[in-house]
């Protein structure tokens, strides 16, 4: 497939690239690592006149700790950078997981980890090429009044796939966005409207430059499942950050579930259960079947939504058990 | 509009004027000629346009000509070593590890950035390694086994 023509844009400075966005924001789209852009382009689901390339901008993929202000991971920072970090690693050990098992070694060479939190949502009626698109009803998404995948379906359910997002959720983390107008920083949980068509809460004129991790974040675990091993996005991930107060009683967690529904779904009733208690494979089985509810999974065409809520209890499970683990007190699962 | 780009692929360096939505594949195989890179899927998900920049595996399908400007790039065209097969390749030869021969460029391009890195892979290690190259004639033990036998012969 060819790409549609445009223009690429190399800014030198993130000033220079917000002007260029004040002046051109309603035909343009960033471009970082494009490993999703570049399909988008191809599949002609998305046709601007500019692409704004962010790569020329020196500095924007510097990853640095500090014991009191944190991680801060520029947005071009690739996934393949963030995953083999060896602070990251150490320290927030969930979001190295995370970005280790987006799709395969050279998608995570070349995606960053600003294009993972900004990743456009999918859905597998949408994210098809132009052609098998062309023999089908247009979908909320492609500008038509319909949900194909949900019966019924008032609004676009596209999901939000990307691994390293409920990893940040239960790290406390945010992003920087700057403007012409100024900069902001928004909490990633906080990121996402649920809503496909805009899934983010990212303004045109908008750039995202730095993912910051507080240095109090609790350490954690993320598990991905997906059919295959490397390549796929996720069916379902989940992510666990937990701390013990001695043994094993639960002093703080937060859970965030990733991709089974249009935003990520922080599970604050599941949290709840665990809160103040010592773990037991009742506890567990009891957060898992509240964390269920909490979430309302979207069908995927090869797995049904109750499929996918029995997974969301399964992995609950599995990745407090996992983080507990982790945490290197206590031994059961 | 076009603009006059240099790219150096397998240690040359060539001046190729091109559009801004040409990608890197296109280029090295329309442009420049180094055909060894196949376009299988052309969306990111097969692992058989697969070149080194800067010695890491990408995809070129998924990669902008003009973001490679500066960089080294490795095609399969510059593995062989004064006209012969480099290691890991006769290695692919002799342990069967190419039937139809479509994805090897790709796996050999992502073996040598593994074996660059890690000359002692394990096998978990090497399977890591090609994950994001598919083999659509079932070869991957083969595939495997040539890329152990590589590394043990200190390619």
């Not at chain 1, 640095?64 to 690739?78: E, R």
């Not at chain 1, 013990?244 to 009733?269: F, H, S, W």
């Not at chain 2, 594949?25 to 442009?31: K, Q």
Request: hydrophobic residues 40%; aromatic residues 6%.
């Amino acid at each position: 497939m060819r790409l549609p023509k445009f223009e690429c844009f190399y800014p030198k400075t993130v000033d220079e690239a917000c002007a260029f966005l004040a002046e051109h924001k309603d035909q343009t789209r960033i471009i970082a690592g494009g490993t999703d852009l570049v399909v988008a382009l191809k599949q002609r689901r998305t046709l601007p006149q500019h692409l704004l390339n962010l790569k020329s901008i020196p500095d924007l993929s510097l990853i640095s700790y500090d014991q009191k202000t944190g991680l801060s991971i520029g947005a071009l920072a690739t996934l393949d950078d963030v995953a083999r970090n060896p602070e990251i690693k150490k320290l927030y050990p969930s979001l190295s997981q995370a970005a280790s098992r987006v799709a395969a070694p050279q998608i995570r060479n070349k995606g960053t980890i600003g294009g993972n939190v900004a990743l456009d949502s999918r859905c597998w009626y949408y994210n098809q090429s132009e052609f098998w698109r062309s023999t089908r009803p247009a979908c909320f998404k492609a500008g038509g009044d319909c949900c194909y995948v949900v019966k019924g379906g008032k609004q676009c359910y596209s999901l939000i796939s990307a691994d390293t997002v409920p990893a940040l959720i239960t790290l406390d983390a945010s992003v920087e966005l700057v403007s012409k107008a100024g900069s902001r920083v928004v909490a990633v949980e906080k990121l996402y409207t649920g809503i496909g068509q805009t899934p983010n809460v990212i303004k045109a004129d908008e750039i995202l430059t730095r993912v910051l991790v507080p240095a109090s974040s609790l350490k954690g675990v993320y598990i991905k499942h997906a059919y295959r091993g490397a390549i796929d996005f996720p069916l379902i991930g989940v992510a666990v950050s937990l701390s013990l107060n001695g043994g094993n009683t639960v002093e703080d967690v937060r859970i965030a579930i990733g991709a089974a529904t249009p935003a990520p779904v922080r599970a604050v009733k599941a949290e709840a259960v665990l809160k103040g208690k010592a773990l037991s494979d009742e506890l567990l089985a009891e957060a898992g079947q509240v964390a269920t509810k909490e979430v309302t999974p979207i069908v995927h065409i090869f797995a049904p939504v109750a499929y996918k809520r029995k997974m969301v209890e399964v992995l609950l499970k599995r990745a407090v058990g996992a983080a507990n683990r982790e945490q290197g007190i206590g031994s059961r699962e | 509009m076009k603009q006059l780009i240099e790219l150096k692929v397998n240690g040359e360096v060539y001046e190729v004027a091109i559009e801004s939505h040409r990608t890197l594949l296109e280029v090295l195989r329309e442009s420049l000629g180094f055909v060894g890179t196949k376009r299988g899927c052309d969306e990111g998900t097969c692992g058989a346009c697969t070149v080194l920049v800067n010695g890491k595996p990408i995809l070129s399908c998924l990669m902008l000509a003009t973001d490679a400007i500066g960089a080294e790039i490795e095609t399969i065209e510059g593995q062989a070593i004064t006209g012969k097969p480099s290691p890991l390749q006769k290695a692919f030869v002799d342990y069967g590890a190419i039937q139809c021969g479509f994805c090897s460029p790709g796996m050999i391009l992502s073996a040598k950035a593994l074996l660059r890195e890690n000359p002692k892979p394990t096998e978990r290690e090497i399977k890591e390694a090609i994950s994001g190259n598919l083999c659509r004639c079932t070869g991957y033990i083969k595939i495997v086994e040539a890329i152990k036998v590589a590394a043990e012969s200190n390619v």
